[in-house]
Protein backbone atom coordinates (compact mmCIF):
# COMPACT_ATOMS: atom_id res chain seq x y z
CA UNK A 1 0.00 0.00 0.00
CA UNK A 2 1.14 3.45 -0.85
CA UNK A 3 1.64 6.35 1.05
CA UNK A 4 -1.85 7.64 -0.36
CA UNK A 5 -3.78 4.85 -0.06
CA UNK A 6 -2.71 4.60 3.53
CA UNK A 7 -3.75 8.32 4.35
CA UNK A 8 -7.35 7.65 2.25
CA UNK A 9 -7.62 4.45 4.45
CA UNK A 10 -6.87 6.26 7.70
CA UNK A 11 -8.94 9.24 7.25
CA UNK A 12 -11.62 6.80 6.17
CA UNK A 13 -11.31 4.53 9.13
CA UNK A 14 -13.99 5.41 12.18
CA UNK A 15 -13.60 9.27 10.94
CA UNK A 16 -10.59 9.64 12.42
CA UNK A 17 -8.52 12.50 11.54
CA UNK A 18 -4.99 10.94 13.03
CA UNK A 19 -3.13 9.18 10.55
CA UNK A 20 -1.00 6.40 11.36
CA UNK A 21 2.63 6.28 10.00
CA UNK A 22 3.61 2.58 9.00
CA UNK A 23 7.31 3.36 7.65
CA UNK A 24 9.72 6.12 7.55
CA UNK A 25 9.13 7.23 3.68
CA UNK A 26 5.25 7.65 4.57
CA UNK A 27 6.54 10.16 7.64
CA UNK A 28 9.38 12.14 5.39
CA UNK A 29 6.62 12.65 2.79
CA UNK A 30 4.08 13.84 5.31
CA UNK A 31 6.36 15.99 6.73
CA UNK A 32 7.40 17.57 3.29
CA UNK A 33 3.75 17.86 2.23
CA UNK A 34 2.64 19.67 5.83
CA UNK A 35 6.02 22.29 5.73
CA UNK A 36 5.19 23.07 1.93
CA UNK A 37 1.45 24.24 2.84
CA UNK A 38 2.80 25.56 6.15
CA UNK A 39 0.94 23.17 8.14
CA UNK A 40 1.87 22.24 11.49
CA UNK A 41 2.30 18.80 12.54
CA UNK A 42 1.50 17.16 16.00
CA UNK A 43 3.00 13.73 16.24
CA UNK A 44 2.15 11.67 18.82
CA UNK A 45 4.80 8.66 19.52
CA UNK A 46 4.07 5.68 21.64
CA UNK A 47 3.29 1.92 21.33
CA UNK A 48 0.71 -0.73 21.20
CA UNK A 49 1.78 -2.11 24.54
CA UNK A 50 2.14 1.37 26.40
CA UNK A 51 -1.14 1.91 28.60
CA UNK A 52 0.06 5.59 29.20
CA UNK A 53 0.37 6.44 25.59
CA UNK A 54 -2.96 4.54 24.85
CA UNK A 55 -4.83 6.76 27.09
CA UNK A 56 -3.86 9.47 25.39
CA UNK A 57 -5.45 8.68 21.71
CA UNK A 58 -8.51 9.73 22.95
CA UNK A 59 -7.67 13.47 23.97
CA UNK A 60 -5.15 13.09 20.69
CA UNK A 61 -7.91 11.82 18.26
CA UNK A 62 -9.87 14.91 19.93
CA UNK A 63 -7.75 17.92 19.13
CA UNK A 64 -7.20 16.37 15.44
CA UNK A 65 -11.20 17.08 15.21
CA UNK A 66 -10.53 20.06 16.43
CA UNK A 67 -8.07 21.75 15.20
CA UNK A 68 -8.28 20.42 11.08
CA UNK A 69 -6.00 23.15 10.24
CA UNK A 70 -2.84 20.78 11.62
CA UNK A 71 -1.76 17.45 10.62
CA UNK A 72 -2.04 14.88 13.56
CA UNK A 73 0.48 11.98 12.88
CA UNK A 74 0.64 8.48 15.13
CA UNK A 75 3.67 7.03 14.99
CA UNK A 76 4.37 3.30 16.79
CA UNK A 77 7.81 3.45 17.99
CA UNK A 78 8.26 -0.21 17.59
CA UNK A 79 6.91 0.20 14.10
CA UNK A 80 8.98 3.18 12.88
CA UNK A 81 12.21 2.77 14.97
CA UNK A 82 14.25 4.70 12.71
CA UNK A 83 12.71 7.81 13.23
CA UNK A 84 11.79 6.87 16.57
CA UNK A 85 15.63 7.12 17.29
CA UNK A 86 16.30 9.99 14.95
CA UNK A 87 13.99 12.27 17.09
CA UNK A 88 15.30 10.87 20.61
CA UNK A 89 11.96 9.42 21.65
CA UNK A 90 12.89 7.32 25.15
CA UNK A 91 9.12 7.05 27.10
CA UNK A 92 5.84 6.93 25.50
CA UNK A 93 4.45 8.96 25.14
CA UNK A 94 6.11 12.04 23.27
CA UNK A 95 4.43 14.23 21.84
CA UNK A 96 6.43 16.84 19.28
CA UNK A 97 5.40 19.99 17.73
CA UNK A 98 6.76 20.13 14.23
CA UNK A 99 6.97 23.43 11.71
CA UNK A 100 8.67 23.70 8.45
CA UNK A 101 9.98 20.19 9.17
CA UNK A 102 11.80 21.23 12.75
CA UNK A 103 10.61 20.25 15.92
CA UNK A 104 9.64 23.43 17.85
CA UNK A 105 8.35 21.90 20.99
CA UNK A 106 8.72 18.13 22.44
CA UNK A 107 6.50 17.21 25.12
CA UNK A 108 6.79 13.85 27.02
CA UNK A 109 4.44 11.91 29.31
CA UNK A 110 0.62 11.69 29.44
CA UNK A 111 -0.63 15.09 30.35
CA UNK A 112 -3.76 16.25 28.12
CA UNK A 113 -4.26 19.57 29.45
CA UNK A 114 -0.67 20.58 28.40
CA UNK A 115 -0.55 18.54 25.05
CA UNK A 116 -4.11 20.74 24.69
CA UNK A 117 -2.43 24.08 25.58
CA UNK A 118 0.80 23.00 22.85
CA UNK A 119 -1.49 22.23 20.48
CA UNK A 120 -3.91 25.23 20.74
CA UNK A 121 -1.04 27.77 21.41
CA UNK A 122 0.23 26.70 18.03
CA UNK A 123 -2.86 26.80 17.03
CA UNK A 124 -3.45 30.82 17.61
CA UNK A 125 -0.18 31.39 16.11
CA UNK A 126 -0.97 29.53 12.15
CA UNK A 127 -3.63 31.70 12.00
CA UNK A 128 -6.53 30.89 9.91
CA UNK A 129 -7.58 27.58 8.76
CA UNK A 130 -5.16 26.16 6.26
CA UNK A 131 -6.44 23.44 3.72
CA UNK A 132 -6.73 19.92 4.33
CA UNK A 133 -4.14 17.94 2.55
CA UNK A 134 -5.70 16.60 -0.35
CA UNK A 135 -5.25 13.11 -1.69
CA UNK A 136 -6.23 12.60 -5.68
Not at 32 to 41: D, I, K, L
Not at 103 to 124: F, I, Q, R, T, Y
Request: charged content about 25%; proline content about 4%.
Amino acid sequence: MDVQQQQQQQRGVGNSKVVKVEKEEAWDLFISQASNEGRPVVAHFGASWCVTSLSMNYKFEELAQTHPEMLFLFVDVDDVQSVSSKLGVKAMPTFFLIKGEEVVKKMVGANPDELKKMVDASAESFGAAAPDIVVE
